[in-house]
């Protein structure tokens, strides 16, 4: 009897040891059918290199994509610059626009209709000739006649101001034709 409770403490003891042996050894790699390990390491390889050739591909679009932001922020900042520098000008003693004038405004206006938020005043300017009563008067005719043509192409009323200056702001304070030309003006400044 002795022998018997030996042999199964034996067994108790061995059996679960040799499971637990058993399932603690390295378990072989599976790979695919006809699949070498070299082969699969080829193929991780090739997952890599395409994972990075898709993650070059999409850094250079967001590179472009930020540089045509850029371009058309600049676009719009020169757009805007030239609003606002390039004046529209009268002959002496007139207040009606010239041909070169009425194209100008054109291109004012249809910058204004894609900036609906923007409103403008409207400087009417004279050259230094005349009493100050009268040059006041003639520039709130030039501002008058810029807006109005303004308001023809389309632009609301409400958005566009205006206000003379006179002979009280010259661009070029010289006393000849050159300088008087270029005072005799309406510039526009964005409210």
């Known amino acids: 009897m002795r022998n ?25 790699v599976v790979s695919e ?10 193929v991780e390889a090739k997952r890599l290199t395409a994972e990075e050739k898709a993650r070059a591909e999409e850094e250079r679009r967001l590179r472009e ?5 850029q371009a058309m922020e600049r676009k719009e900042l020169a757009e805007r610059e030239r ?9 002496f003693d007139r207040s009606r626009l010239l041909p070169e004038a009425k194209k100008i405004l054109r291109r004012k206006a249809k910058w204004l209709g894609v900036h609906n938020d923007v409103s403008v005043i409207v400087e009417g300017h004279c050259d230094e000739r005349g ?22 192409m389309g632009i609301s ?31 526009f400044v964005i409210d």
């Open 65 to 69: 994509e930020r540089l045509r932001e």
């Open 157 to 187: 009323r409400g958005r566009l101001t205006i206000i003379s200056y006179g002979e009280e702001r010259p661009v070029d304070s010289r006393h000849n034709e050159k300088a008087w030309g270029k005072n005799r003006r309406a510039h």
């Open 4 to 28: 018997r409770f030996w042999r199964v403490l034996v067994l108790l003891l061995v059996i679960p040891g040799l499971m637990f042996a058993a399932s603690c050894a390295k378990k072989p």
């Open 33 to 42: 059918p006809g699949v070498t390990p070299a082969v699969g390491e080829e």
């Open 131 to 152: 009493t100050n009563e009268y040059n006041m008067a003639l520039g709130d005719r030039r501002a008058r006649s810029a807006k109005t043509f303004l308001v023809d």
């Open 83 to 91: 609003f606002l520098n390039e004046d529209i000008h009268f002959e």
